[in-house]
């Protein structure tokens, strides 16, 4: 792997591995956090007092598009692996990966923390290292049950699961609520867990808790940003608010319009592949026009900001009754 190392910093009384600043080139966020995480595993190996240093990302080792800890079709989540079990962590890895104390590393699946959500955004580092201390402060020294997903290794070959404390509280939500993590969902996402990740978001979101506020990193990482009128820079995962001006075609792509003007305002797309999946979901995006919709994604430049609807899980309706 090339490139400049980056040296792992240690936090008095805690093990968490996060970098010195480093701009990720755009358009590779998700690659670039998962060979952070990837790397960041091998510190728990290496020798003691003193660390290692870190390789910085390598473009040539991108990995396909879509959340870093999604699983893929090889996943054999029986190979060999307890479904649940105890354990403890030895370090936080991260906003939103441990290693445990057999030196396996685990990630919380549907999430996603600053460092990945907005590469080479100011502050980044700062917020990322805060995200990590409230990961170690709820899981070091504790015992953790661990529940894997029905995928239970992602493309790297770390576990996916769902984590509670010994009181019995998930992990995964805690840290939502307090503002610590980003909910992006992953194809396996189950409704009712979505549902219950989203809610804690709003909470957070709605309290201004952690990132969702300004702090030592800067202004808020994590907002909610309206479509009309839009102004922020693109290579990065936004979280959009407005109301569907018209649903667009051309060809087998369906573009939600939020602007009067489709070659400069905010727009989200879908290519036909995603536009097959709203359908086996069941979404008619010919109704959504007039309606106030929430979007997450990877934004992008094309004829002004543009974000790919991917997923429908992407997509919330929030004039809905009770949203």
Do not use: C, K
Request: proline share 11%; charged share 30%.
């Amino acid at each position: 792997m090339t490139g400049s190392p980056l040296r792992l910093r240690r936090l008095p009384g805690r093990r968490i591995a996060v970098p010195s600043a480093r701009r990720t080139a755009p358009g590779l966020a998700a690659a670039a956090l998962a060979a952070l995480l990837t790397l960041s595993g091998a510190v728990a190996q290496a020798p003691e007092p003193e660390p290692p240093e870190l390789a910085a990302p390598d473009a040539s080792q991108e990995e396909p598009d879509g959340p870093p800890s999604a699983p893929t079709p090889r996943d054999d989540p029986q190979a060999g692996l307890a479904q649940s079990f105890a354990a403890e962590a030895a370090a936080a890895l991260g906003a939103r990966a441990l290693q445990l104390t057999d030196g396996r590393v685990l990630v919380l699946p549907h999430l996603i923390g600053p460092l990945a959500l907005a590469p080479g955004a100011p502050g980044q580092v700062e917020a990322e290292r805060a995200a990590a201390r409230a990961l170690a402060d709820r899981t070091l020294g504790r015992r953790l049950r661990i529940d894997l997903a029905g995928a239970a290794r992602d493309r790297l070959g770390r576990l996916r699961g769902r984590v509670q404390g010994p009181d019995g509280g998930d992990l995964a939500e805690d840290l939502v609520r307090a503002g610590w993590l980003f909910v992006l969902p992953e194809p396996d996402a189950d409704p009712e867990r979505l549902a219950a990740l989203l809610a804690a978001e709003a909470a957070a979101r709605a309290a201004r808790a952690g990132l969702w506020d300004g702090g030592p990193w800067g202004p808020p990482p994590y907002r909610l940003e309206p479509a009309e009128p839009f102004d922020g820079p693109a290579d990065r995962f936004v979280l959009v608010e407005g109301e569907v001006r018209r649903v667009g075609r051309a060809g087998q792509r369906r573009f939600l319009e939020f602007g009067p003007d489709w070659r400069r305002d905010f727009t989200a797309g879908l290519d036909a592949a995603a536009r097959r999946r709203f359908e086996r979901a069941g979404v008619d995006l010919e109704i959504l026009e007039g309606a106030r919709v929430r979007v997450r994604g990877w934004l992008r430049w094309w004829n002004g900001p543009y974000l790919d609807l991917d997923d429908p899980r992407f997509l919330e309706r929030v004039d809905a009754p009770g949203r």
